[in-house]
């Protein structure tokens, strides 16, 4: 049994201080883990922090929590109940200080006022798991939730093939508008639906998200229900209340409900699978088994945690519910023995390459890993050899960099067919059909995010004036995952700010020559009217920097200039006055790609998406991390 290898002077008298918290804080509760009634020393102490204790998630949650935290004997759990108010969540915390927690773990009931507060905790030095709904920034330890409008899409096109190409009638239950949840469960739902012909929806609003007001609004509905082919709602609480309506008005037989969460127990989504009264279920993974998993890595100080976890969701109907069921409850056990794996490297088009190249050799021998790395040289066809020589061999897991996006479904259903799991790293793929599960999960940086972080460092940093800011954005590859996302993030946040406006874009292919290519073919073309450059990576924004101070226009004073990937170069232009800032995409990203692997081959379900750890560097604190750099 793995131990938390911990002391403390508070150790010998949690016991007493739990009792006077009980009787003292208003809705703050001991969950006692212990062993036939012993009470047994306690190495570490983790709080939970619960936004509210009304919605189904969050008791399924606690109950979770409960569970993994009863196979260890020395750890403890105690949990704060905030009822929706960001004031009294921010006095449960400060209370959980006080207690002397040794690792927070959150569901902000606000995810922009707890903000602050989860960074102070996280500045002070103890560990935060955020849980569900994710805050700005990544002044946490860790994130760990749905992606909750991936829910939705998913039983959007559940609902499309099922209906086939006659469509049908389809009546949304809607719960409570202010439910974030909800809210993005139905946004995916309608975002898949749309792009369906023959499909009518009929949006029926309840205001709670309750079994009994479910089942009081399908009665209510009965000429519409009647009509309707099939009843899509976003919890299993409300799909029980529209089973039961159904039975009530006979038309069981007649009408499908499709529903998310997909939780276990009875009455829940799966048992209402098994049981027929569900056509079929999006689980939605509650994340209490990985928030303890990864709290026991961060106590003890282990390589491989990752910044985010995005839970893996899965359509469950009456094929394959024994198969989810057997997953969900299998016992993970990693048996040390050495693991092989073939990794299908892009190329080393950058410095940014060689050190994520350099982090996964590394890693693999720390974790008793066998790799066997071939390098693609930005060549499709070179992976898709890599892949093939790979099922040959017989190895234990594929993992790949790809070059683009897309076109990889044929040597991947290849993979799958020899049984061999492939993880994306760095970048993702894209597949013609998501629930053939071609992939396993993807671990690498958030591209998307790194867009809008650079157009907020612009945003908070430039001032738009009265005129728009000239922009000039250089791309890198065509059809890669890291030029799509960054676009898109950077346009997001620049669509919120008026008064800058890209005027300019071209690829560089990441280069440092197609940086400078870039700058110099839109010179040759127009006089230099650009007050802003964004470049996709350092190696194109230090080509363009040569470039500008060839021509006598001065980076950073004449135009500011901001990149992704934080590498020692980047830092050292920074130094020098001419790159204005650089938002970080960590190549350092072995130690968790190992760790996935080695979890992944234990039998753990893996998550959707794994994100690595960045953060935003200008030049007012270059000097003081260019020396801490490991790329």
Same mark, same amino acid.
């Given at each position: ?40 020393? #306690? ?27 009863? !196979? ?216 209490? !088994? ?104 017989? #190895? ?51 591209? #998307? ?104 226009? !001065? ?72 020396? !801490?750099?490991?790329?």
């Amino acid at each position: 049994m793995t131990k938390v290898i911990k002391t403390k002077w508070h150790i010998l008298c949690v016991l007493a201080m739990v009792l006077i918290m009980a009787m003292t804080i208003g809705g703050c509760h001991f969950i006692p883990i212990s062993d036939g009634g012993s009470k047994k020393g #306690v190495a570490s102490i983790i709080g939970v922090s619960q936004a509210n204790m009304r919605e189904e998630w969050r008791v399924a949650l606690i109950n979770e929590l409960r569970e993994e935290t009863a !196979k260890y004997e020395d750890i403890r759990i105690v949990t704060t109940d905030a009822t929706g108010s960001a004031a009294k969540q921010i006095q449960d915390i400060d209370n959980l200080i006080g207690f002397g927690m040794d690792l927070l773990i959150i569901s902000p009931c606000d995810e922009k006022m707890m903000g602050d507060k989860i960074k102070e905790v996280y500045d002070s030095g103890i560990p935060v798991i955020v849980m569900d709904r994710a805050v700005e920034g990544f002044d946490y330890t860790l994130y760990i939730g749905p992606d909750n409008e991936v829910i939705g899409q998913q039983a959007g096109s559940y609902i499309i093939d099922l209906l086939g190409e006659k469509g049908g009638d389809v009546v949304v239950l809607q719960g409570n508008p202010a439910s974030v949840q909800g809210t993005e469960r139905l946004s995916g739902f309608k975002s898949a639906i749309e792009k369906a012909s023959g499909i009518n929806l009929h949006e029926v609003y309840m205001g709670a998200e309750s079994k009994d007001a479910a089942y009081d609004m399908v009665i209510t509905a009965r000429k519409i229900v009647e009509e309707a082919d099939i009843i899509f709602t976003y919890s299993d609480n409300m799909a029980l209340g529209a089973c039961d309506a159904l039975r009530e008005l006979g038309l069981e037989s007649k009408v499908m409900i499709v529903d998310c969460d997909g939780f276990k127990g009875a009455d829940e989504g799966i048992d209402l699978v098994s049981q027929g009264r569900l056509k079929a279920t999006v689980s939605c993974p509650i994340g209490g !088994k990985e928030a303890i998993d990864y709290a026991l890595s961060i106590l003890n100080n282990e390589s491989g945690v990752p910044k985010q976890v995005i839970l893996r969701s899965n359509i469950i109907d009456k094929g394959n519910v024994e198969e989810n069921l057997n997953r969900i409850n299998a016992d993970t056990v990693d048996d040390g023995r050495k693991i092989k794996v073939g990794y299908s490297q892009v190329g080393q088009e950058s410095n940014w390459r060689l050190a994520n190249t350099k982090s996964i050799e590394e890693s693999a021998k720390d974790f008793n890993i066998e790799l066997h790395m071939e390098i693609a040289d930005q060549s499709q066809e070179k992976q898709f050899e890599a892949i093939r020589s790979f099922i040959k061999e017989g #190895v234990d897991v594929i993992v790949v960099s790809p070059v683009v996006e897309t076109g990889w479904d044929e040597v991947l259903r290849e993979a799958k067919a020899a049984g061999i799991p492939v993880i994306m790293s760095d970048r993702n793929v894209l597949v013609e059909n998501r629930e053939e599960n071609l992939t396993t999960t993807y671990l690498g940086a958030d591209f #998307v995010e790194e867009g809008r972080r650079a157009m907020r460092w612009v945003r908070d940093n430039v001032d738009a004036g009265d005129g728009d800011k000239h922009i000039m954005e250089i791309m890198g590859n065509v059809g890669a995952s890291p030029t799509e996302e960054r676009d898109r993030g950077f346009r997001e946040i620049l669509a919120e700010n008026p008064g800058y406006d890209i005027t300019y874009s071209a690829y560089g292919d990441f280069t440092f020559d197609g940086g400078r290519k870039v700058v110099r073919e839109y010179l040759e073309n127009n006089e230099w009217d650009i007050d802003i450059i964004f470049s996709q990576n350092d190696d194109m924004a230090l080509g363009a920097i040569e470039e500008l101070k060839a021509h006598g226009i !001065k980076p950073d004073d004449d135009v500011k200039i901001i990149s992704v990937d934080a590498t020692t170069e980047a830092f050292e232009a920074m130094v020098r006055g001419e790159l204005s800032c650089a938002v970080e995409c960590n190549p350092i990203i072995g130690p968790q790609l190992m760790k996935a692997i080695r979890d992944l081959c234990s039998g753990k379900q893996m998550p959707f998406r794994i994100i690595t750890d960045e953060k935003v560097y200008d030049q007012s604190v270059a000097e003081d991390y260019i020396r !801490k750099r490991l790329y």
